[in-house]
């Protein structure tokens, strides 16, 4: 590891300027209400709310977990970062339910369209899946990430950088989220473009690379015999953690909802998903080449998860080396701001504001930057059991996320697809489906200490992604029977929140809000997806 040199700490100093300023200007515009403090005043143009998607989404863990699968053999991985076109499900199928409603969460969604229970259900299942899938993997890739660049302990770096975020996101809310994150989606894109160029050229380009990983490493279709991606599981359950992901978690949707109309929340959604296109190359890409230089004795990294900080230290010249040093930066905070404010979110809007409805706004405005505060400390807490889970910080994350995606993904595609599923459905499948998941985690953190021959050690063992279809499935099935046995729920439920019940006026709302270049670009986005998909076939 090279340390950085007075250029690179220039170029680093100056990225934190322009980030202060920002925060600065935007903690100066008042936060008076819940509206301004959670969404920004929902006065956000598309730009803005697609850099913040992408930026939202690519944190450090991205940056070092899919760098790192794709320097340990975990190619297949890939598939959760070709989900553009799930992206533009967000834009095109729930954004227009979700707008209609006039909602702050998802939660609240829920009680719309169901009932309390449910709302109250998923708020804490999701601060809870905040906690042990966004934050402490943020903070664990944030501290890998700062130690190794600027030279101090793990702890330190960790805690450093998420004391600095959340100072500007307590104080600053939703708009200085936003507009950060614009600012740290284009640094992150042109460092990393810059990494993933110069790398390629170190290896001799993408055919030396390929020669000296062997062709077959590139491959992310496994067999169905494959132990630990078989490919119809891969796309099933990766589809079901996209669209909960993409479409149905505040962490994502927050962003859109912050857009000034449902023309502008589309767009953005269409952009992210343009940028959602580039982290293969920008990441993933960086992470084969570190091996490959690693196999020529060229480059040494003791775990897969140092490969993209070690091979950023290693070749990049002063000042870019800085710059690209900025990006990860950038890219930890943009995704802690993200959380952290989808949790103060959840918190005051669906939880605290529900037990005291007569509170003023700024109370709730306070309310939510407390929220931020204790969520951080028990991520913090969380990760040293988060290590044991899986080798792979990447496969992490995303195994924990197949047993929160299912029940979620089935109660919200469900409750728009069929007007008859009821809110007893939801209720029971969210309960079941969080019990479920739970024990799952639960169960693979401690299979070594159970009979090997009995049902919790066989699913505790099971393949993360044949658990995640076949949990799905159960939910699904456990919705509309538990729907069918009971009541059908009233007119006011689902009138306009379900397709069969959209009125002739909101269809025509809806056609008027985009034109030919939308769907165009979105033609466009799906078929770079599928050319990406058919590429990575290891011939």
């Not at 008042?30 to 944190?59: C, H, P, Q």
């Not at 990983?213 to 099933?236: A, G, H, K, Q």
């Not at 995704?335 to 005051?348: E, P």
Request: aromatic letters at 12%; proline letters at 4%.
């Amino acid at each position: 590891m090279q340390t950085l040199d007075l250029y690179d700490w220039i170029a680093i100093g100056v990225y934190f300027l322009v980030i202060a300023g920002i925060a600065v200007w935007v903690i100066r515009k008042k936060n008076n209400t819940t509206e301004d403090y959670f969404l920004a005043g929902r006065n956000v143009g598309w730009f803005v709310v697609g850099a913040s998607i992408f930026a939202s989404n690519i944190g450090s863990e991205h940056v070092v977990g899919l760098a790192g699968a794709g320097a340990g053999d975990k190619l297949p991985m890939l598939i959760y970062e070709i989900q553009a076109w799930v992206v533009l499900m967000l834009g095109w199928i729930f954004l227009p339910f979700y707008s209609r409603s006039g909602v702050f969460t998802m939660p609240e969604f829920l009680e719309k369209r169901f009932d309390q229970r449910s709302r109250w259900v998923l708020s804490i299942f999701s601060i809870i899946a905040y906690v042990l899938t966004k934050i402490s993997v943020t903070i664990y890739a944030g501290g890998i990430v700062v130690s190794a660049l600027l030279g101090i302990d793990f702890w330190t770096g960790a805690l450093a950088t998420v004391v600095l975020t959340g100072l500007y996101t307590i104080l600053g809310g939703m708009r200085a989220v936003v507009y950060t994150e614009a600012l740290q989606a284009v640094l992150l894109v042109i460092g990393a473009a810059a990494l993933t160029l110069i790398g390629l050229n170190k290896v001799g380009g993408w055919e030396s690379m390929a020669q000296t990983v062997t062709p077959e490493y590139l491959n992310m279709w496994r067999p169905m015999s494959d132990p630990d991606f078989p490919w119809l599981p891969l796309l099933i359950t990766s589809t079901i953690v996209g669209v909960w992901y993409w479409c149905t978690d505040q962490y994502i949707v927050q962003r859109v909802l912050t857009a000034k109309n449902i023309t502008e929340g589309r767009r953005g959604s269409i952009f992210g998903a343009l940028l959602k296109l580039l982290p293969v190359f920008l990441f993933l890409v960086p992470g084969i080449i570190a091996l490959a230089l690693k196999m020529r004795g060229e480059l040494h990294w003791d775990t897969p998860d140092e490969a993209f900080p070690i091979l950023m230290s290693n070749l990049l010249p002063s000042g870019l080396r800085g710059l690209v040093a900025a990006g990860l930066l950038a890219a930890l905070m943009s995704s802690l701001a993200s959380v952290f404010n989808s949790c103060s979110t959840l918190f005051t809007v669906d939880i605290y504001k529900k037990l005291r409805p007569i509170t003023t706004e700024k109370k709730l405005v306070r309310t939510g930057q407390i929220a931020t505060v204790f969520v951080v400390i028990v991520g913090i807490i969380w990760i040293p059991i988060m290590t044991n889970i899986s080798g792979v910080l990447y496969e992490y994350l995303q195994s924990v996320q197949s047993y929160i995606a299912a029940p979620i993904t089935a109660v919200f595609l469900l409750g728009i697809l069929n007007k008859r599923i009821n809110g007893t459905g939801a209720f029971v499948t969210l309960i079941v489906g969080l019990l479920l998941g739970a024990l799952r985690i639960l169960l693979e953190i401690s299979k070594e200490s159970l009979n090997p021959d009995g049902l919790l050690f066989y699913l505790g063992d099971m393949n993360f992604l044949v658990f995640g279809a076949w949990f799905f499935l159960f939910s699904i099935v456990l919705a509309i029977v538990a729907s069918l046995v009971t009541q059908k729920p009233t007119n006011e439920k689902v009138l306009n929140l379900t397709f069969s019940t959209i009125t002739p006026e909101e269809k025509a709302n809806n056609r008027n809000s985009y034109n030919r270049i939308d769907i165009l670009i979105s033609i466009f986005v799906v078929i770079v997806v599928i050319l990406v998909m058919l590429f990575f076939n290891g011939k």
